[in-house]
Each structure stands twice: as C-alpha cells, then as structure tokens.
C-alpha cells in the first residue's frame, strides 16, 4: 500500500490505544457545533477516525474545504487502483468513488452509501427483485455475490466468466452436467440462454415458459407440433416438453427422461381416459412385437403428436374390419413384405398359407370386410407365438381365438365357428 496509508494506520493503531489526549491538529473540526456528524456513524474511514482531515482537504486553516487531488486520484493516494482489469464500472471510469464510499463515515461496512442492492438502486433501477420470481441471492439483497463494483475481466462486472459464475454456487449442477453423456448445447453455451440471473415472472428465473422458452429456438418443432391431426396430449398440456425431455442433460438422448418404453411407460403405466394400460399389458404379455422388445415405441408412435390414428407415424385403418387397400396397412408395412397381403399364391412369402394359398391375401384383401391385421395379431405383445391374440371383439362380446401352431400350419376356433386349419405342406395345385 501507498505510504500516506502506512502512516495513517499507525496513527489509528496510536489512537485505539487509548492515547486520545494526545489532540490531534483537527479535532477541533470536529466539535460538537462544527462537523461532528461526520463520525457518528458505525463505520468511520481510517483516516477520519484518527483526525487527518488535511490528508484529503488542503489549507483546512481558511476553513476552505478543497482538495489538492481529485477523484478517485485522492482514494489512490493510499488505495490499490480499482480499475486495473479490462472491465471498470461506470463510476470507477468516472472517477466517482464517492458515488458509493462516504469519505467520512456511515452505518454500512465500507462505509457504503447503501447497504446491498439498496446500493446498486442508487444508480440502476430496480427491474430485478420486483419479479415474481426472483433468484436466491437476488432476493438476499446480495448483487456483489455476482457483481465485483469495481473492475473484473468479464463483461457486466461479473466476478466469473459464462457459466463459471454458476457454478461457484451450483457446485451439484457442476458434477450432475459434467456426468450426463450428452448435453444440451444451449446449456453448454451459457446458463443465461434460458435462466435470467435475477428474477422473471417465470419459476426457476427461466427467460419463458415451457413449451414457449423451447419453441424460442425449436421453431420447426413448433410448427409441426401445431399440425399434426392427432395430438398427444402431454406434449401441450401440464408439463409439456418437461413430462419426457430433460432441459440440461441425459444419458438418453435425446434428452429424454427414461430410455426406450420406460419413457412411455412412466404415463402409461394405468388407463388414461380411453387409453388402456399398456405396461399392465406387457407385463402379462411375453410375446412381444419385435420393435416393442426393442422398445422402439417411436417407430410406430410419433411421441409429439401425428397425423394417423393413436398417433401412428403412418396409415393403419382404425377400424377392425376395412376394405383393403395396400396403403392403408403402410405403417405395418414399412417394414413387413407388403406382398403378404397382394398376393394371392405363395410358397415362401408368408407362414400363414394353405399349400400355396396366401391365407393373409384372403383374410386382409377383401372388401368391404377385410379383416385388418388386428383381428388376428396383437401389435404390441401376446401370449401366443406371433402374437396372435386370444380373443376377437363381436359387438359388445369377445370371442376366443383359440389359435393352435402346429408344424407345418395351424388352427383356430372363433366363437362358434368350425375348426378352421391351414397347412402349408397340403399339395400345391396346378394353375
Ligand atoms: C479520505 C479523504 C477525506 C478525509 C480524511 C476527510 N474528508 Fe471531508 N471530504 C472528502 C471528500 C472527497 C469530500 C467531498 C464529498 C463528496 O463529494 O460527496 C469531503 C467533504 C467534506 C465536507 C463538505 C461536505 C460534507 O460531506 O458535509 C466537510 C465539511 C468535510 N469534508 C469535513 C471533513 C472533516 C472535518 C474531516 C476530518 C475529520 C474530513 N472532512 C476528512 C474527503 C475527506
Ligand atoms: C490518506 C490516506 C487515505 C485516503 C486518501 C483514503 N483512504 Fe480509505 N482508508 C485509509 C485507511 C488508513 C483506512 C483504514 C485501513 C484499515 O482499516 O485497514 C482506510 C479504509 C478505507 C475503506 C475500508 C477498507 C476496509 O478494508 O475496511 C474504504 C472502503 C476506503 N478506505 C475507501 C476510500 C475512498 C473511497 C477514498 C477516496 C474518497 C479513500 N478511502 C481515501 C486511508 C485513506
Ligand atoms: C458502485 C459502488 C462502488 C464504487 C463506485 C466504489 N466502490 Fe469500493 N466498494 C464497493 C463495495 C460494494 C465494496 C464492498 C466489497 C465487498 O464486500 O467485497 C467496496 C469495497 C471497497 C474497499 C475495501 C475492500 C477492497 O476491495 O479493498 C475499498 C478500499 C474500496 N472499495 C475503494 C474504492 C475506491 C478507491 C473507489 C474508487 C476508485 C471505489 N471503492 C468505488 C462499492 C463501490
Ligand atoms: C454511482 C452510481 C452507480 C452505483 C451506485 C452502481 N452503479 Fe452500476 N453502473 C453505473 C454506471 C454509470 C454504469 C455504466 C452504464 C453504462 O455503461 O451504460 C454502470 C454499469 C453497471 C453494470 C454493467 C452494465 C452493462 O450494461 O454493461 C453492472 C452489471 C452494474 N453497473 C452493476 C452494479 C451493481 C451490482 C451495483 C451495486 C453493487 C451498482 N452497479 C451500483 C453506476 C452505478
Ligand atoms: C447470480 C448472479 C447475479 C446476481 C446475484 C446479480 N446479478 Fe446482475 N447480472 C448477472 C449476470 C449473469 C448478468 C449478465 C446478464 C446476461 O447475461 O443476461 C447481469 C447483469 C446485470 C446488469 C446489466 C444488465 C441488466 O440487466 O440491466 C445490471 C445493471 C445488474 N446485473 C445489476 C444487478 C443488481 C443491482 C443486482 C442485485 C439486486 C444483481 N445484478 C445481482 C448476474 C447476477
Ligand atoms: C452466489 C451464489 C449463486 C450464484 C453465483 C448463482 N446462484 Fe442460482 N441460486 C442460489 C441460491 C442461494 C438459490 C436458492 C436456492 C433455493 O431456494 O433452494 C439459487 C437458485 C437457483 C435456481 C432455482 C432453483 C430452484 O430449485 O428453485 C436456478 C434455476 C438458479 N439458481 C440458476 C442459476 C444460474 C443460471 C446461475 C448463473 C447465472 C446461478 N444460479 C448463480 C445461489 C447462486
Ligand atoms: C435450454 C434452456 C436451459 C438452459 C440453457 C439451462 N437451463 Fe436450467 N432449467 C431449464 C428448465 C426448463 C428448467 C425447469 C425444469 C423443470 O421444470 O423440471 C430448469 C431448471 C433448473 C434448475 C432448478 C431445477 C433443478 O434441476 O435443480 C437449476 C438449478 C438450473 N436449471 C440450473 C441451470 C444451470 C446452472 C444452467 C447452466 C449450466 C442451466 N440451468 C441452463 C432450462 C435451461
Ligand atoms: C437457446 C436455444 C435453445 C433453447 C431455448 C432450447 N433448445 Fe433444444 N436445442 C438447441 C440446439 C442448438 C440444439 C442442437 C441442435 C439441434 O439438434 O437442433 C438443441 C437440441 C435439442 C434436442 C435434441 C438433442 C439431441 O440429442 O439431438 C432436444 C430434444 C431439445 N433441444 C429439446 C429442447 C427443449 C425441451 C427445450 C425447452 C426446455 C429446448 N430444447 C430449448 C437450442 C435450444
Ligand atoms: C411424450 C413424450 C415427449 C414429449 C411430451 C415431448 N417430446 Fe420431444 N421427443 C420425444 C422422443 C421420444 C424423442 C425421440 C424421437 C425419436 O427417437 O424419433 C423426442 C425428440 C425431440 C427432439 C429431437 C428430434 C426431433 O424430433 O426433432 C426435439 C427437438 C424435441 N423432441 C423437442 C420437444 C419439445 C420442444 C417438446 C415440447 C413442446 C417436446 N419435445 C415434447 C418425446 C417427447
Ligand atoms: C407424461 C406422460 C406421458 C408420456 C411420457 C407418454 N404419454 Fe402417451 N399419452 C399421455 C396422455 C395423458 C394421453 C391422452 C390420454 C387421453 O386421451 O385422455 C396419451 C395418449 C397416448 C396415445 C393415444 C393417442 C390418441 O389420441 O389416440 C398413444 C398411442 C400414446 N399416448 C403413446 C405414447 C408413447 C408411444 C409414448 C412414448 C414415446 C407416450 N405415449 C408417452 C401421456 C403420456
Ligand atoms: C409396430 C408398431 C407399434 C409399436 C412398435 C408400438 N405401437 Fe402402440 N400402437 C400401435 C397401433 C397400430 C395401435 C392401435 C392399435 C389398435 O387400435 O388396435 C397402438 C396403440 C397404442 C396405444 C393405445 C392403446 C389402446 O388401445 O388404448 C398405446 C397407449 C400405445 N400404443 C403405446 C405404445 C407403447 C408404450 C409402445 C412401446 C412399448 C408402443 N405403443 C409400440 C402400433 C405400435
Ligand atoms: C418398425 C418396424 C416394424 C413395424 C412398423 C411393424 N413390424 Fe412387425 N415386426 C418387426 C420386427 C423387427 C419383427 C420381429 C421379426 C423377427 O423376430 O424375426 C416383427 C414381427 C412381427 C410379427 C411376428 C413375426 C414372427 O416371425 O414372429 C408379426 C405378426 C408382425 N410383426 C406384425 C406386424 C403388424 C400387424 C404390423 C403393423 C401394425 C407390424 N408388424 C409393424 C418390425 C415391425
Ligand atoms: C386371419 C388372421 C390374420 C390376419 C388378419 C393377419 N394375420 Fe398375420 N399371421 C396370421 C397367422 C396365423 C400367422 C402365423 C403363421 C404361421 O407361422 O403359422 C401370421 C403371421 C404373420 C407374420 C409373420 C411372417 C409370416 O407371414 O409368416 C407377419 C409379419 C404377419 N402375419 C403380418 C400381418 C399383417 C401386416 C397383417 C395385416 C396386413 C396380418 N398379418 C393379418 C394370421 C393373420
């Protein structure tokens, strides 16, 4: 430190020894009828305690208050320069020390004109603590615990760069980023994309509400979302985005809250409205759909909303029974043989014949009452080998299928129906 100060301290130092007779040259300014108010504050500057008036003002003799330095040059007499880092704040440029530090004495350590942000609003005005939701330390008055007043290499006098400055406090949020194996890049980027440092009137300080702060930046997904047909209610209602994204990061991607069927299985664990309880389902239901033991759900179901029936990616008719046309089973065959259903002899394309009689030509090609692939076939999961399902609806009724795999066919008996069969070893007929 400045020499002036060296002195100075060891005058204080003299004083609080109890040495006070020892009048100093300008006690007397400080008189009880002169500036004694100068001093009656909790916090008084060192060199106002030990009666230096004239370290500051110059010829005190004529009573002319002047200084023979000014600004913040005076404080630098005895003080470190406070503009030293690539980043000075307003009054520091301006050389307005006094714009916060009483020269003489006040209630607030520092002696500082304020204490906390009342400080700050001397200047600014106050947009931050008056929102509906306001961050911790915000709301705690403590604007220095971000803000060095003076100087700092980072803009807006920030005492830690990007999102450095968030995790001198959120040290868990630190290690939770850091272990997730994929990361949001706007999270990456800084905190500040989404979370304003002081108070919204959103919770969590964020910038805008869910789905509102994602379609900020998701525009695309927005417009196709505001499409589609067959909306999937979660995606606008309650939670939005957040029932199955995570904002920061995941082991999922993308982003998502539980991988593959768990996802879809933390809401469809019990009957929603109309929806039946699809994990009960799979539970009791071993033989399951290829995607589904995949728990490639997506493949089928488009989770923001689609145009087709139960939100299916593509063309399956709703009905059970539908005249047949090969477009309209285009979900199922996105990635079955589409012939299984056109042609009418075969004696490889499918199990499912008698001899070379395509018996999924004769069921599914058929108009007007084509029986769709759901009168035979579970799409998700059955307890029988290619998940055929156990019973068909009949009006309000439900009939058994009573389905038998054998070998070389199989064989079934509806309600009360005869045993029907089918073998694909029968003698193939001349055409
Ligand atoms: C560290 C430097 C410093 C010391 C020491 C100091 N002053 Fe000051 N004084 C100032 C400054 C700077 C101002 C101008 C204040 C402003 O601009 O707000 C000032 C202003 C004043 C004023 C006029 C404005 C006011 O605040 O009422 C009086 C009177 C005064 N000082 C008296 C004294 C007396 C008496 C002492 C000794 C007990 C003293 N000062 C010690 C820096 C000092
Ligand atoms: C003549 C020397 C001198 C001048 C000029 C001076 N100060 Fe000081 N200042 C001191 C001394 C001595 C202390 C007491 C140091 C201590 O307690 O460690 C002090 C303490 C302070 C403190 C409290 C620091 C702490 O750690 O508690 C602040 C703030 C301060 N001064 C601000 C200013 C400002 C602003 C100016 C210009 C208006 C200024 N000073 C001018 C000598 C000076
Ligand atoms: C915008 C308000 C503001 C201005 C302007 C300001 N200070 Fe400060 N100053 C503070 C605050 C707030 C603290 C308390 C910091 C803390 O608690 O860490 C402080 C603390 C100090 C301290 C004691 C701690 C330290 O950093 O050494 C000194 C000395 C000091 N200021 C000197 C100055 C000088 C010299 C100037 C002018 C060049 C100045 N201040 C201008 C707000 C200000
Ligand atoms: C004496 C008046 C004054 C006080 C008190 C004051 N400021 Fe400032 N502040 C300014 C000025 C002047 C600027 C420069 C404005 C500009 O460049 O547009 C500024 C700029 C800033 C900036 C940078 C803004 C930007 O857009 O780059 C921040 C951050 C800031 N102040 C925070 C604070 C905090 C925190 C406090 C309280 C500890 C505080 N200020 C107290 C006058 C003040
Ligand atoms: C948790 C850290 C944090 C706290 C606490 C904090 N700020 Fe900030 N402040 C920031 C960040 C970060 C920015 C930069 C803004 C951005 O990136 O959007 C900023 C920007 C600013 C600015 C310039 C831009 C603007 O919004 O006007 C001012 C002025 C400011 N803060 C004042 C304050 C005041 C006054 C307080 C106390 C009431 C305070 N800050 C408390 C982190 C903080
Ligand atoms: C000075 C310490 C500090 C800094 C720096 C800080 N925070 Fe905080 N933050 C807190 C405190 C304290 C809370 C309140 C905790 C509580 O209520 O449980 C909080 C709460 C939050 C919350 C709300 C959490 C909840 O569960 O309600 C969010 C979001 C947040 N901070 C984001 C940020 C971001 C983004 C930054 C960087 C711009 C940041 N914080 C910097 C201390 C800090
Ligand atoms: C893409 C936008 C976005 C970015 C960028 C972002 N967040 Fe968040 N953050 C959110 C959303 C949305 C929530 C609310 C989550 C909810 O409702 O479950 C949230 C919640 C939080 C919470 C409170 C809930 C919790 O998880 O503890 C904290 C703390 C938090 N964020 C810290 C941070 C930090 C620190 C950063 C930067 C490293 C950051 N956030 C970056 C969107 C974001
Ligand atoms: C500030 C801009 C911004 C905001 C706000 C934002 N995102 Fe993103 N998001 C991106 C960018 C950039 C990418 C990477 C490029 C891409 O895949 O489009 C991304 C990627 C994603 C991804 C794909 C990740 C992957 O691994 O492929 C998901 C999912 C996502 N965001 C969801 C959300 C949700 C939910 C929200 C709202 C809480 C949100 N985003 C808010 C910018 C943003
Ligand atoms: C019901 C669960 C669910 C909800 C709600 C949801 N998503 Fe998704 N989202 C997913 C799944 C699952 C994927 C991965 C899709 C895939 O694998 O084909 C995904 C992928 C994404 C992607 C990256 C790939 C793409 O499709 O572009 C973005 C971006 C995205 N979602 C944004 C959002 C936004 C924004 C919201 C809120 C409006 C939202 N999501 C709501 C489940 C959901
Ligand atoms: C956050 C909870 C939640 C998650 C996660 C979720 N759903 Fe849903 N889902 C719902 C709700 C609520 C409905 C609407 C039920 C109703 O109609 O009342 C629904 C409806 C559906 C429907 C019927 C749509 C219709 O209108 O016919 C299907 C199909 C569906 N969900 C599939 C999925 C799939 C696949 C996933 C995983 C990618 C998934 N859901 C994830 C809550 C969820
Ligand atoms: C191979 C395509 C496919 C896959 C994969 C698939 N689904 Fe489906 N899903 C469908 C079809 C087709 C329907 C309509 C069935 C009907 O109405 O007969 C449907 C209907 C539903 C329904 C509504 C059930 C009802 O009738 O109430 C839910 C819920 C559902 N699926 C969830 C899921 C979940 C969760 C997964 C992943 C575990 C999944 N789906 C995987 C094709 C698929
Ligand atoms: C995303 C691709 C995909 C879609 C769409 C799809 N499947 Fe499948 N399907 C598969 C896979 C993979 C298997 C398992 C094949 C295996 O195990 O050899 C399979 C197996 C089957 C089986 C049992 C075959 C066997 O050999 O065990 C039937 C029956 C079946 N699917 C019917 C359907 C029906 C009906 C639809 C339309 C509602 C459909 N699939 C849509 C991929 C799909
Ligand atoms: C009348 C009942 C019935 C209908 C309707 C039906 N299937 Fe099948 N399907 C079967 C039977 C039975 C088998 C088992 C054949 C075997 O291996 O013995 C089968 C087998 C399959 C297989 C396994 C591969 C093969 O062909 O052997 C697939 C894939 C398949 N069906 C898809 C479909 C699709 C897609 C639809 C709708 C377009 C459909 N099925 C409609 C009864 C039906």
């Not at 630098?76 to 406070?82: P, V």
């Not at 009054?91 to 003489?104: E, F, Q, V």
């Not at 082991?251 to 009957?271: E, F, R, V």
Request: with cysteine; hydrophobic share 30%.
């Amino acid at each position: 430190m400045k020499s002036k100060l060296v002195v100075l301290v060891a005058v204080a130092v003299f004083l609080a020894a109890g040495w006070t007779s020892m009048a100093c040259a300008d006690q007397s300014c400080v008189a009880k009828e002169c500036h004694a108010k100068l001093l009656d504050n909790k916090y008084v500057h060192g060199p106002v305690g030990a009666f230096e008036c004239q370290m500051c003002h110059v010829k005190i003799g004529d009573h002319k208050f002047k200084f023979d330095i000014e600004g913040a040059d005076l404080c630098y007499e005895c003080h470190d320069k406070k503009d030293t880092e690539a980043f000075v704040h307003g009054p520091i440029a301006a050389g307005d020390c006094t714009g916060c530090h009483s020269p003489h004495s006040s209630p607030y350590k520092f002696q500082l004109l304020g204490d906390g942000q009342n400080l700050c609003f001397r200047c600014h005005e106050n947009n931050k603590t008056n929102q509906k939701f306001v961050h911790g330390p915000v709301a705690a008055g403590d604007c220095i615990a971000c803000h060095d007043p003076h100087t700092t290499p980072n803009k807006y006098q920030l005492i830690a760069p990007g999102n450095d400055l968030c995790f001198t406090c959120h040290v868990d949020k630190k290690d939770e980023f850091a272990a997730g194996k994929s990361i949001h890049p706007p999270v990456a980027d800084r905190c500040t994309n989404c979370h304003n440092a002081h108070g919204t009137p959103h919770k969590y300080q964020l910038s805008g509400s869910v789905p509102d702060l994602c379609f900020g930046c998701h525009v695309d997904k927005q417009e196709q979302i505001s499409k589609v047909k067959v909306p999937h209610k979660p995606v606008l209602d309650g939670t939005s985005c957040m029932g199955c994204h995570t904002p920061h990061v995941t082991n999922d991607k993308p982003l998502l809250k539980a991988g593959g069927s768990d996802l879809c299985l933390m809401c469809h664990d019990t009957q929603i409205g109309t929806v039946s309880n699809m994990k009960g389902w799979l539970d009791a239901n071993p033989d399951k759909h290829g995607p589904v033991k995949n728990g490639d759900c997506a493949s089928c179901h488009n989770p923001h909303g689609a145009d087709y029936y139960r939100i299916l990616v593509n063309y399956f008719p709703p009905e059970f029974y539908a005249p047949y046309s090969t477009d309209k089973y285009a979900l199922c065959f996105g990635c079955h043989n589409k012939e299984i259903s056109i042609d009418e002899f075969t004696t490889t394309l499918t199990g499912f014949r008698n001899g070379d009689k395509n018996m999924h030509f004769v069921h599914v090609n058929k108009s007007p009452k084509g029986r769709t692939c759901r009168a035979c076939h579970e799409v998700h999961a059955g307890t029988q080998g290619k998940h055929v399902r156990e019973k068909v609806p009949f009006g309000k009724l439900s009939y058994p299928i009573r389905f038998t795999k054998n070998e070389n066919g199989g064989s079934c008996v509806v309600g009360c129906h005869v045993e029907r069969g089918y073998d694909r070893v029968k003698p193939v007929q001349n055409r």
